[in-house]
């Protein structure tokens, strides 16, 4: 049988994550033996095993770990299905509300583009209602795949596209914000090995999928800390040209000369075929 339940994968899945049938039983709220029953029926059924056990411990097969991925984006996808669904809600039907999607964008970025995006689709007739969702540096690819955000603003080549469908909607170049007072304020232009040189300013580091890459700049956690530091002369930091909306005074951007460009796409995935949200694209797709 080639078919397999939620159910059966939600248990697969604690188990797997927390390889201890214990800790993973707790996890679900239910007793351990039905757990355990339940994870040998599913291998039996597959034909495979999906779980060494010994008194050592458990881990994971290489058919068990092919099913946590699968079984983790079957999982995610059901509940995107159900927010998606929910945020529709009688926007189809006669007389019912309209219809909400959920724009996912990184916090002070694209301030611009937004704006006139939301202006224009605004005046569409039957236009959706739009809630603005801010996230942190590349959270747009998680909040599209679990069915938190409808559709988001994303940047390559910081942000992947893999996965989900796009258009491209504007290029920019890059530019190093430094303290206004800072001697290399002054240049009309500067390198990226100019900006990873400067003894007195380190790089600021964002992180990555929550990771954050090695080097002696602050992490940083949001634009207004950011902002902070660079007014302290505690860091540099490289952004789109588009963020000088958001420099203080104590600020000075220098464009880079040989930085990678900046594209600003909207994003959506691939399988939706929601009306409203192909009405959002088409409006951004003639700004």
Not at 144 to 157: I, K, N, Q, Y
């Amino acid at each position: 049988m080639d078919t397999l339940e939620t159910r059966e994968l939600r248990y697969f899945v604690a188990v797997a994550e927390e390889l201890h049938f214990g800790r993973a039983a707790k996890r679900l709220g239910m007793a351990q033996p039905p757990l355990s029953r339940a994870i040998q029926q599913l291998e039996r059924r597959l034909g495979v095993c999906l779980l060494q056990r010994n008194r050592r411990g458990v881990r994971l097969t290489g058919a068990g770990e092919v099913l946590l991925h699968e079984g983790r984006a079957a999982l995610d996808a059901t509940v995107a299905a159900a927010r998606r669904t929910r945020r529709a809600g009688g926007a189809d039907s006669p007389g019912g509300p309209r219809g909400r999607l959920v724009l996912a964008v990184k916090a002070a970025a694209s301030h611009e583009l937004l704006r006139k995006l939301l202006d224009a689709y605004s005046a569409e007739p039957d236009s959706a209602e739009i809630e603005v969702l801010p996230c942190g540096l590349c959270e747009q690819e998680e909040l599209l795949r679990d069915g938190r955000a409808d559709v988001a603003l994303m940047h390559t080549p910081w942000n992947s596209l893999a996965g989900f469908d796009s258009e491209a909607l504007t290029t920019e170049g890059q530019v190093a914000v430094l303290p206004a007072g800072h001697p290399l304020a002054a240049r009309e232009t500067l390198s990226l090995a100019d900006v990873g040189d400067i003894p007195d300013l380190p790089l600021a580091r964002w992180p990555t999928h929550g990771t954050y890459a090695p080097g002696p700049g602050p992490e940083i956690h949001n634009q207004t800390q950011l902002a902070q530091l660079i007014a302290l002369a505690r860091t540099v930091a490289v952004v789109p040209d588009s963020a000088r909306s958001w420099l203080w005074a104590e600020h000075t951007a220098v464009p880079l000369t040989d930085a990678p460009p900046v594209v600003t796409h909207i994003v959506w995935p691939a399988h939706s075929r929601s009306l409203a949200l192909a009405g959002l694209i088409r409006t951004a797709a003639r700004l």
